[in-house]
């Protein structure tokens, strides 16, 4: 158990549709990363968080946010969902920064249909 | 644009022998470098790191390489054990941005065969 705690640990809905992934960072991070990995496919940055602020920013689509709050927790949301947007969401923390070691959720299923 | 690519998607060894997972990468700003291991229906847990002014790390069963001019890592792990089959990834980060966004590898999955 890494301390990250991400939910729903599976969602299904249809396109056009907005979802939200709740992300619970270990205690004492700071730092909150989101990962997207499709279908055989690495894990793909989208966007990090310190301390409230957005830091870093990856392949993030348009259609999709994300913020940080003053308790640490993390949501990313997700609209105009289409059927690609099907992977799974990884939410990840760290200490702070730079060479911190990151820990991760156990992931959110999304499929699209 | 994949810069950090494990070309092996699948990897068989034996109980007892070593495994050897490898990694390229072709950005030359990267300067931090981790592998994590992964198990079905769970998130990616971190293994060992390297960074770029040493070129190998150690912790226990597991080693990391790193060849710099040949932009290449590798994990050794000596000797593999049936727990040891998970998915493998490849991570590296230019760390001068003071902030770390990971660039993953695609994976290589490790089977060990008792």
């Known amino acids: 158990d890494s301390g990250v705690t991400q939910t729903p640990k599976h969602l299904i809905t249809a396109t056009g549709q907005r979802v939200t992934l709740r992300c619970s960072p270990r205690?004492?991070?700071?730092?909150v990363y989101w990962y997207q990995q499709s279908l055989d496919q690495g894990l793909q940055f989208l966007i990090q968080?310190?301390?409230?602020?957005?830091?870093a920013k990856g392949n993030i689509l348009e259609r999709f946010s994300a913020q940080q709050f003053p308790d640490l927790h993390s949501e990313l949301n997700l609209s105009s969902l289409e059927l690609g947007d099907s992977a799974l969401y990884f939410c990840?923390?760290?200490?702070?920064?730079?060479?911190?070691?990151?820990?991760f959720g156990p992931g959110t299923r999304l499929t699209v249909l | 644009d994949q810069q950090v690519k494990q070309n092996s998607p699948s990897l068989s060894v034996q109980e007892g022998r070593i495994s050897i997972l490898n990694c390229d990468y072709t950005?030359?700003?990267?300067?931090?470098f981790l592998w994590y291991k992964k198990y079905p229906a769970e998130g990616p847990t971190f293994l060992i790191s390297?960074?770029?002014?040493?070129d190998k790390n150690e912790d226990g069963r597991f080693t990391v390489f790193l060849n710099k001019s040949a932009k290449h890592l590798s994990l050794h792990i000596v000797p593999s054990q049936p727990g040891d089959s998970a998915v493998y990834f490849c991570?590296?980060?230019?760390?001068?941005?003071?902030?770390?966004?990971?660039?993953f590898g695609t994976g290589t999955r490790l089977l060990v065969s008792p």
């Open positions: 990840a923390s760290s200490l702070q920064g730079s060479t911190d070691t990151q820990y």
């Open positions: 205690s004492g991070d700071l730092s």
């Open positions: 390297i960074s770029s002014i040493k």
């Open positions: 968080y310190y301390n409230g602020e957005e830091r």
């Open positions: 950005n030359s700003m990267f300067d931090y």
């Open positions: 991570a590296a980060s230019a760390g001068n941005t003071g902030f770390q966004k990971l660039v």
